[in-house]
């Protein structure tokens, strides 16, 4: 086969017109080009026509993948968090269908490294689901131009810290043997899909993108601290002395922190040497009666139970009863 | 006795008066020289896959024993690809195109409406090149013309 040199400046946007092919005319389809002549025959003034077809081209596969990561923004969690979730969708920007090896990696130069990194393929609703959606252990195929959705999920780490980030990459290979590592433009014979004509090596056979997954303000569990101490004493002799007729006012402390409580119970039991004073269990120095139902107290035998409810963070509750020695 | 009438049909004309052509495709391939400058090559058109280019090289030639006048080679623009601007050329040739397949004209004449506005033809409107050789053709003068197109 001749080849012919010939040395032309091209213009800048003569260049940049060839940047981005999507996908393109399938792999397979068929090129055909036919010429047609006609002359004049000035001896008998008859004309003519003649034409050629020039060998048909059937089109290679070219192969090419895209891969976006979705989450263009930190995805936040807590330490020890599971199935933290980054979305990323793999396109064959080829022209053929092709299967594409998955493979997700923690990056280096990041704080913190996300654990037990796993690729899952979409169902098809967009939405990570462990029970629906597959883990991917063998290679995807896409037809021309199809794109898929790929969940890269991970677990952040019981030890992180507040701001630590974990990069993650996806990135999706061409199957095609002979293709990994190969250069934009080879060739391979024998490869192509659904065309004679082989496979060629496009710009993009591989790609990768990543997203980061983020330990957020650490949240803490709400908790709820309660103290309870002997406020005063009143001995029947007017003094402050423990003996039997001695009234003790006991204070209990409640205060929820880190966060409002919901459905807070208080349950004091007064010991055997006492004898809780009928009806004097305050709360908040708002006097409450014993019965049961009427109210936030209840009193049996010698168990109080305080049912507070809703109770706002750092608001503190206080809870009074007086106890008689006996 | 058929084939015997038909070769005489035949006669008159390939005796004395004929025009063969051959069309051949190639891989364009470009690349940048040391001096600044890209190289274009015509390749085996093998491997050729969307994005690429490919010329087509059209060989013209008198077979008769009389020149024959007012040879003009039409070529529609192949299905999947686009032509490329100014990729048409032919020593001696004029060279008009179309974005009907039947009105010829120079590219800077050529327009297209398009949504009620008539605006100039752009590369992905040639439907058809045109080539008109300017002089007569000798017997057993040839030539070329050619063209390229970019595969979608």
Redesign the interface.
Known sequence: MKTLTKTALLTAGLLASTASWAAGTDAGSIISNTATATFDDPATGNSGTTSATAPDITVAELINVNVTAENTVPVEGQPGDTDQVLEFTVTNTGNGTEAFTLDATNLTGDDIDADNVTVYLDDGDGVFNPATDTPVTTDIVLDADEAATIFVVGDLPVDATTGQQADVELTATSATPGVDGAAPGTLIPGQGTNTPAGAVVGENPTDSDSATLQVGEIVTDATVAITKTIESRVDPFGGTTDVPGTVVTYLITVTPENGPVDNLVVADSIPLDLTLVPGSVTIDTVAKTDAAGDDEVDVAGADVTVTLGTVAQDTTVEIRLEAEIN | MRLLTTLLFLL??SA???????????RVV?TP?EDG???????????????DK?G?R?T?VNT?E???????????V????VF??NSANGTGATITYSVDGSQFAPLGELKVLEGGEVRPAGAADIKSIRWVLND??AADASGNVEFQV???
């Open positions: 008159p004309f004395f008066a004929g025009v063969s052509l051959e069309s051949q495709p190639y470009v020289q400058s890209m190289a274009e090559e015509w390749k085996e058109a093998d491997r050729i896959a969307p994005g490919v087509y059209i013209y008769g009389e020149p024959v006048s007012g040879v003009t080679i039409n070529n529609p192949p299905d999947n690809t490329i601007m007569a053709l970019r595969v979608k």
